[in-house]
């Protein structure tokens, strides 16, 4: 874990956590299986939300590995970049807010998800 947001992450988390969606309450940096993400809603509906840096370019195949896993494991995953934050962050925010807002997924009489 790192200590000390960037200042990407800092700016969204201000706005995540003064943002009040209902129940939805953020937390960062938070361990999920063997990840650490950058923020996580786990009510009213599983949600992660991960800022990447220019790094994440060059690790395309980690991510979408890393996406499945969250996913298999009842996560939905929103990716934003850093320049998606820095120059449209009430845009972001209102993308975050609609999948807040999304029907939850029910279970399809074999079990699996349905969504």
């Known amino acids: 874990m790192r200590r000390e947001p960037t200042p990407f992450e800092r700016k969204l988390w201000f706005a995540l956590r003064a943002k009040r969606w209902g129940a939805a ?17 786990r009510m009213p509906r599983q949600l992660v939300v991960e800022i990447d840096g ?13 996406t499945a896993d969250l996913n ?9 970049t850093n320049a998606d934050i820095g120059e449209n962050l ?8 609609h999948a807040l807002a999304a029907p939850l997924p029910s279970l399809s009489p ?6």
């Open 25 to 41: 309450k953020f937390r960062r940096q938070t361990v999920i299986g063997g990840y650490i993400v950058d923020f996580s809603c």
């Open 54 to 66: 220019d790094t994440h370019g060059l690790q395309e195949d980690y991510d979408e590995r890393r």
């Open 72 to 80: 298999a494991r009842g996560y939905e995953v929103l990716r934003f």
């Open 90 to 97: 009430e845009g972001e925010l209102q993308f975050i807010e």
């Open 110 to 115: 074999e079990g699996e998800r349905v969504i």
